[in-house]
């Protein structure tokens, strides 16, 4: 299956070149460009992509403000959106994954990180680099309660085993290492995951692993 792509930047030279590794790697489409965020969330609307690939800082409508009005319709739950940055702070990780990002990578990223970070979102995976994870963690843990996105409450519809992969997730596992470790096919451990978002009410495994941290399944190393 074709993984159908949009680039949203505001710098020509960066969008063209992300749009090219793209438009020439197997197994992958570019199906539209933006240069702002509103114009990007207009062709998200228009071409239904199954991976954004968004900056940050934007005229207009910027990255985070474009991806929370992605997430937030329900005609297009099932894209999922890459920031694409040079700024991975604390309050741009946090922004754009509370807004509904799968995923972050900095502009630094190798061309081969960028396909098998499409990849892995395109699949149902989070993509959070070491720094994105160490911020959404830290202030996880560090906000009150209330301010949950997901109810820390929703681990008591799951399995125990669906529990344990949850934490697995949390660890940064992704279907495959989560199938090695339970000994369990990949199709197995990828429906445990699926199980596991439905009953939660969670988006993606990135709210996945905010709920395991809030609820103290999932503890810092």
Do not use: C, W
Not at 40 to 67: H, K, S, W, Y
């Amino acid at each position: 299956m074709t993984i159908r792509v949009v680039v949203v930047d505001d710098q020509d030279l960066i969008r063209g070149g992300v749009a090219a590794l793209v438009a020439h790697t197997p197994g992958m489409e570019v199906v539209g460009e933006a240069s702002d965020g509103r114009s990007g969330v207009d062709a998200v609307r228009r071409t239904r992509p199954d991976v954004v690939l968004m900056d940050i800082r934007m005229p207009g409508l910027d990255g985070i403000a474009a991806t929370a009005e992605i997430a937030a319709d329900p005609e297009l739950s099932e894209v999922r959106v890459i920031i694409l940055t040079t700024f991975e702070g604390d309050a741009e990780v946090l922004g754009a994954l509370r807004a509904g990002a799968s995923g972050f990578l900095g502009k630094g990223a190798a061309p081969e990180a960028l396909i098998a970070g499409i990849r892995t979102v395109a699949g149902g995976d989070a993509l959070l680099s070491p720094a994105a994870t160490a911020a959404v963690v830290g202030h996880v843990l560090a906000e009150p309660v209330t301010r949950v996105e997901v109810e820390a409450d929703a681990l008591d519809l799951l399995t125990d085993r669906e529990r344990e992969v949850v934490a697995l997730v949390a660890h940064g596992l992704a279907n495959d290492e989560i199938a090695e470790r339970l000994f369990v096919s990949p199709l197995t451990a990828k429906t445990h995951v699926s199980r596991a978002l439905t009953k939660t009410g969670a988006r993606d495994r990135v709210q996945l692993v905010v709920l395991a941290y809030r609820s103290g399944l999932v503890t810092p190393r």
